[in-house]
């Protein structure tokens, strides 16, 4: 399967605790981003990479979170002292892309995402 | 008004029908414009992608998109069952995707 890979696929975890997810894009593809998607909203943008370098981040993507990168190829997701706000689908999507601008864009293919429960 | 509107339906049609799915924007900036399916439980998977006003045909699926107006639509002919799905259309700036919140699509058969 050449797709995107992300682990673990489910995650349960209690409230306060720290969590971290993992995204295997596809090994041809330069940029990386990680969405956050809850129950009937469509994927919300968080964060992108090209190569290591992470260049975009929202404003949703608080203190508590950081990506990293560190090779240009997987990338982890890690919440600090998560929150029960905090549960919902991370998705991760990977394009290749010849610019810094990320208007300039070959499409997304995403993995089926890691579904964070916080309790 | 959120950058994206798309009704979220649900949208209930019997098989065979001809499905009309539709996206209107208001930040004229947005380039690229693309059509999502996604499963129950499963990542979005990519189904049209397009840059320019006018139509693109791919098979069943019909891509359009009239940027004077702001309103992109997605046309599914001849659907069956295992269409159903919600369907994101998503925009693309410089933070990335903008995606609506997805139509329920249901194919009765």
């Known amino acids: 399967d050449t797709g995107v890979s992300q682990n673990p696929r489910h995650k349960i975890t209690k409230r306060g605790q720290n969590v971290t997810f993992r995204c295997d894009p596809i090994?041809?593809?330069?940029?990386l981003y990680w969405y956050r998607q809850t129950l009937g909203q469509g994927p919300e943008f968080l964060t992108y990479f090209q190569n290591e370098a992470q260049l975009e981040k929202s404003r949703l993507l608080s203190d508590r979170f950081s990506a990293e990168r560190p090779k240009g190829s997987f990338s982890t997701l890690e919440i600090q002292r998560t929150e029960q706000g905090d549960s919902a689908m991370y998705l991760c999507?990977?394009?290749?892309?010849?610019?810094?601008?990320?208007?300039?864009?070959?499409?997304?293919?995403f993995g089926n995402g890691t579904r964070l429960t916080v309790t | 008004q959120k950058e994206v509107e798309q009704d979220p339906g649900p949208l209930s049609v019997p098989e065979g029908a001809i499905v009309s799915l539709n996206c209107t924007y208001s930040?004229?900036?947005?380039?690229?414009f693309m059509w999502y399916r996604q499963y129950s439980r499963k990542g979005p998977e990519l189904l049209m992608y397009?840059?320019?006003?006018g139509n693109k045909e791919d098979g069943r699926f019909t891509a359009q998109v009239d940027k004077s107006s702001k309103y992109i639509s997605l046309f599914i002919r001849d659907s069956q069952p295992s269409d159903s799905a919600t369907y994101l259309c998503a925009m693309s700036l410089a933070d990335g995707l903008t995606f609506g919140k997805g139509t329920h699509l249901i194919i009765q058969p």
């Open positions: 999507a990977s394009s290749s892309g010849i610019s810094t601008d990320i208007s300039y864009n070959s499409p997304l293919h």
């Open positions: 930040n004229s900036a947005f380039q690229y």
């Open positions: 090994s041809e593809h330069n940029r």
């Open positions: 397009t840059y320019s006003s």
